[in-house]
């Protein structure tokens, strides 16, 4: 189906199959063409969101686990460095050096030289400086959770495979913009529900979620696969892989949610 400019503007986005949004809106029902355009930035948020959870699942050394454990070893080993840096107890500033920090200004002056030849090194000032980011990373370290929050809750079995799936999750957030626009604009097609209606906009979604990027070809004629590729699971849509079933249990599960969140409203 044609879609209006504005929704194409909206859908301008590397890796999105404008053709799937056609297939979503065909699903739903009509819509004005500025709810069309919020449609499609929920569905590609919602995108955005399953490739973060789709990485977090594939690569270990990707997820937030593994960077909280590793800024947390880089903070503890600049701590080490700066007490080895000042003298045992001493404040850490400039002037509590260790002395086997101070005594070899002279060899870190030469050996700084050589390396970097167009820099003039002043080794107290070098020391300070050396000393300021070190207790920085320090600082830095303590704050693991904070910059690299878990998406999933800490239990007794630690967050490793808790919560949701990304496939899941998915699901849910597309059950979630289905009644959210029917709510807005319920002459656009039956009231919210399990149904065919919702089955069918949950797998245009689906469909919409994990559109593959087309390749592309640099200078040199070689081929290659966007990233995105490596973490979208392109049989998501199939009944085989996401049953009717299993979309009407994430339904149910949600529902005392949406009776809380209508309370609230």
Same mark, same amino acid.
């Given at each position: 189906?044609?879609l209006?400019?504005p929704?194409?503007?909206?859908?301008s986005?590397?890796g999105i199959?404008?053709s799937?949004?056609?297939?979503?809106?065909?699903?739903?029902?009509?819509?004005p063409i500025?709810d069309q355009?919020?449609?499609?930035?929920? &569905?590609?948020?919602?995108?955005g969101q399953y490739?973060?959870?789709?990485?977090f699942?594939c690569?270990s050394?990707?997820?937030?686990?593994?960077r909280?454990?590793?800024?947390?070893?880089i903070?503890?080993?600049?701590?080490?460095?700066?007490r080895?840096l000042?003298?045992?107890?001493?404040?850490?500033?400039?002037?509590?050096?260790?002395?086997?920090?101070?005594l070899a200004?002279?060899?870190?002056?030469?050996?700084a030289?050589?390396?970097?030849?167009?820099?003039v090194?002043?080794?107290p000032?070098g020391?300070?400086?050396l000393g300021?980011?070190l207790?920085d &990373?320090?600082?830095v370290?303590?704050?693991?959770?904070?910059?690299f929050p878990s998406?999933?809750?800490?239990?007794?079995?630690g967050?490793?495979?808790?919560?949701?799936?990304a496939?899941a999750?998915?699901?849910?957030?597309?059950?979630?913009?289905?009644d959210?626009?029917?709510a807005?604009?319920?002459?656009?097609g039956?009231?919210?529900?399990?149904?065919?209606?919702?089955?069918q906009?949950?797998r245009?979604g &689906?469909a919409?979620?994990?559109?593959?990027?087309p390749?592309?070809t640099?200078s040199d004629g070689?081929?290659?696969?966007?990233?995105?590729?490596?973490?979208?699971?392109?049989?998501?849509?199939?009944?085989?892989r996401?049953?009717?079933d299993?979309?009407?249990g994430?339904?149910?599960?949600?529902?005392?949610?949406?009776?809380l969140?209508?309370r609230?409203?």
């Amino acid at each position: 189906m044609s879609l209006p400019d504005p929704v194409l503007v909206a859908l301008s986005i590397p890796g999105i199959d404008r053709s799937r949004f056609g297939a979503v809106i065909e699903a739903f029902g009509p819509l004005p063409i500025d709810d069309q355009v919020e449609l499609a930035n929920r &569905l590609i948020g919602a995108r955005g969101q399953y490739l973060v959870h789709r990485m977090f699942e594939c690569d270990s050394e990707a997820a937030q686990g593994g960077r909280r454990k590793r800024l947390e070893a880089i903070g503890k080993a600049a701590g080490r460095l700066l007490r080895l840096l000042h003298r045992d107890g001493a404040d850490p500033q400039p002037w509590n050096a260790h002395p086997a920090a101070t005594l070899a200004l002279p060899e870190l002056c030469r050996v700084a030289s050589e390396h970097r030849p167009k820099q003039v090194w002043d080794p107290p000032q070098g020391l300070s400086l050396l000393g300021a980011m070190l207790a920085d &990373l320090a600082k830095v370290g303590d704050q693991t959770e904070v910059i690299f929050p878990s998406p999933f809750p800490k239990t007794r079995g630690g967050e490793r495979r808790q919560g949701r799936t990304a496939s899941a999750d998915l699901v849910h957030r597309l059950i979630d913009i289905y009644d959210d626009v029917r709510a807005r604009f319920p002459r656009s097609g039956p009231a919210p529900a399990f149904g065919r209606p919702l089955l069918q906009f949950v797998r245009a979604g &689906l469909a919409f979620a994990v559109s593959p990027p087309p390749e592309f070809t640099d200078s040199d004629g070689r081929c290659y696969r966007p990233w995105e590729a490596n973490f979208l699971e392109a049989d998501l849509p199939e009944t085989s892989r996401i049953t009717d079933d299993a979309i009407r249990g994430i339904f149910d599960r949600r529902r005392p949610q949406t009776k809380l969140k209508k309370r609230l409203r």
